[in-house]
């Protein structure tokens, strides 16, 4: 079952959303050559606890760090450690917060430095295909819109869509109904309704869009080891249009 917010969780769910906003901007300005990746973590740590935000990821299924980085051939659950970022490197930085009992989750990759035109068009791509997901998520639309919509932008650049993990509902909890996979027909499944609000997030890979988990049992990577990308908004069904919560003003994404 798909849940419809009021008006009045949407808000609260958009001050959540800011935090996010303001918490992978922070990183963004913060990830440089030879950080380590769990330095990136205690950073997101000490900027939720400012904001008197909780990490949503910490303890979801015994996760055990507040954000998830994944670099290069990693593509999403990287868990931080001794790793440290290289110039070059495309790294994806996710994060979830939750205030007051309502979650926000939105992902993002970074350049690191001058990195390569493979990893520049596959971040581009990525980032646009979030987009054109966004603008499917319309009252009266179907789910499937958001999903082939995203697909299409992803694979018209040569590029291949992960089909292991999908986006989410997203309210009280982090994951709720529906998952929201980035590939498939237009025009199917559940009705797209003002009040819904959906975690959209492509992950995207040069090569093959299959994916392993590590030993870890977190760390998804290409099972080609090419690069990917991912981005995440938390986006709200209005009756105004899509509105994304994880933006730094929360705004509608289009007229
Ligand atoms: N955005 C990811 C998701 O929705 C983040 C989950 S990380 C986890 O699955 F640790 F919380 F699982
Ligand atoms: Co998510």
Not at 85 to 97: H, K, M, N, W
Not at 177 to 201: C, Q, T
Not at 215 to 224: C, L, M, R, S, Y
Not at 231 to 246: D, Q, S, Y
């Amino acid at each position: 079952m798909i849940e419809l917010k009021t008006a009045r969780e949407i808000e609260l769910m958009a001050h959540a959303g800011h935090i996010v906003a303001g918490l992978l901007e922070h990183l963004a300005a913060v990830v440089r050559p030879g950080i380590k990746t769990k330095e990136l973590d205690a950073e997101a740590l000490a900027y939720l606890r400012r904001q008197g935000a909780a990490p949503a990821f910490l303890g979801y299924r015994g996760y055990p760090a507040s954000i998830c980085v994944s670099v290069n051939e990693e593509v999403v659950h990287g868990i931080p450690g001794d790793r440290r970022i290289r110039e070059g490197d495309l790294v994806s930085i996710d994060a979830g917060t939750v205030v007051e009992g309502w979650y926000a989750d939105a992902a993002t990759t970074l350049q690191v430095g001058a990195v390569s035109p493979l990893a520049r068009r596959l971040t581009e791509t990525t980032r646009r295909a979030l987009e054109e997901g966004i603008a499917r998520a319309i009252d009266g639309n179907r789910l499937s819109d958001i999903s082939s919509a995203v697909q299409e932008v992803v694979e018209r650049d040569g590029f291949g869509v992960v089909r292991d993990f999908v986006g989410h509902g997203i309210g009280q909890a982090l994951h709720e109904d529906p998952p929201i996979p980035n590939f498939g027909s237009p025009h199917v499944g559940p009705r797209l309704r003002a009040g819904m609000v959906l975690a959209i997030e492509p992950m995207v890979t040069a090569g093959g869009y299959e994916v392993e988990v590590l030993q870890d049992g977190w760390t998804a990577v290409t099972k080609d080891r090419s690069l990917a990308a991912h981005f995440e908004h938390t986006v709200a069904i209005t009756e105004r249009g899509p509105l994304v919560l994880t933006a730094q003003h929360a705004l509608t994404s289009r007229q």
